[in-house]
């Protein structure tokens, strides 16, 4: 049977690390429009299928001032992984989702995704994932990463973020 503490805990950490991921997701100005923020969506549904995903995000029917966390994680793994395909020589453009505060910027966006969607060299990149080698961790950063303090953790999402 499950330590009610440990779901409890389990429960408190989801709900930090979405207030977390909220911190950091793209904020309007004002409110971002049905169809920018729809032409997003379109734009992620097709590049989604290059991460293995199948599933659909759903459209938008009303304004917001913010991006569901849901998305913004998915927006986040998609930068992340474009600036790790930057870093390992492909020539695309950073995703920075901390400028993004109008449906101007959420366009930008989308076309973005719309490029690496049809990039064939992202896409074996993303592919040949699996066959790259693990940096292996010296005992010394295995244990630093481990005692990570709640202040770090917040440093480096934020990093991969902007």
């Known amino acids: ?17 979405e207030k977390l991921v909220q911190e950091f997701a793209p904020k309007a100005r004002k409110e971002f429009t049905p169809k920018a923020l729809n032409k997003l969506v379109d734009e992620w ?14 459209k938008f029917s009303a304004a917001a001032t913010r991006l569901p966390v849901d ?9 992340s992984a474009v600036d790790d395909a930057i870093t390992d020589g492909l020539e695309l453009d950073p995703i920075k989702l901390s400028e993004i505060s109008d449906d101007q910027g959420l366009v930008i966006l989308a ?5 690496l969607s ?3 060299d992202f896409k074996d990149w993303l592919a040949s994932a699996d066959e790259r080698p ?13 005692a990570m303090s709640d202040e ?3 440093k480096l999402i934020a990093t991969k973020i902007k």
């Open 71 to 79: 998305f913004t994680k998915l927006l986040t793994m998609t930068a």
């Open 134 to 146: 693990m940096e292996e961790e010296s005992e010394e950063e295995t244990d630093s990463n481990q």
């Open 118 to 120: 049809k990039n064939r």
């Open 1 to 17: 049977m499950l330590d009610p503490e440990l779901g409890n805990r389990a429960l408190e950490m989801q709900a930090e690390d």
């Open 45 to 58: 549904n097709r590049v989604a299928p290059v991460f293995g995903i199948k599933d659909q995000y759903p």
């Open 111 to 115: 076309s973005k995704l719309t490029s």
């Open 152 to 154: 770090e953790f917040t």
